[in-house]
C-alpha cells in the first residue's frame, strides 16, 4: 500500500516525539518500568518513519527494534540500542517476562540509561531524514 510521505511521517513523528516526552516525565513518579517501555515505543516509531521516508511504503508490524534496525542497515551502535530496548516491549509490561514484576525489575538508573540511548538513536535516525 502506498503512502503519503510528508503525512505519514508526521504522525510517526510527532507520537514518538510524544512517547518520549511522557517517558522522560514519568521517572520522576517512579515508573521506570513505564518509562522503558515508552523508549522502546518511542525507537520502534521512529525506525518506522525511517523505513517509510526510505523504502516509500508501510513498516512491518514489528515490535522487533534490533530487525528493523538491520533491515535499515543501521550502524553497529544503533543495533546494539535496538537490541537492547526491543526486550523492554515485553519485559516492561508483563509480570512473567522477567524474573520480577515489571516495576520491580527496573531502577531508576536503567531508567536514565535506556531514555540516553533512545535519545542517541532517535539523533540518529533524525539525521538519516532529510527532505
Avoid at 20 to 25: D, F, G, V
Wanted: hydrophobic share 35%; proline share 5%.
Amino acid at each position: 500500500m502506498e503512502i503519503s510521505g510528508a503525512q505519514a511521517l508526521n504522525k510517526w513523528f510527532k507520537q514518538a516525539d510524544h512517547d518520549l516526552q511522557m517517558a522522560k516525565s514519568i521517572i520522576e513518579d517512579g515508573g521506570y518500568d513505564t518509562c522503558a517501555f515508552l523508549c522502546q515505543q518511542a525507537v520502534e516509531k521512529y525506525l518506522k518513519a525511517l523505513y517509510i521516508f526510505k523504502e516509500r511504503k508501510n513498516p512491518p508490524k514489528t515490535h522487533h527494534l534490533d530487525e528493523l534496525a538491520k533491515g535499515l542497515a543501521c550502524p553497529d551502535s544503533i543495533l546494539d540500542i535496538a537490541r537492547e530496548l526491543s526486550s523492554d516491549y515485553m519485559i516492561s509490561r508483563y509480570p512473567d517476562a522477567a524474573t520480577l514484576a515489571p516495576y520491580e525489575e527496573y531502577t531508576v538508573s536503567d531508567a536514565q540509561s535506556k531514555l540516553a540511548k533512545a535519545e542517541k538513536a532517535i539523533e540518529w535516525i533524525k539525521s538519516q531524514i532529510k527532505p
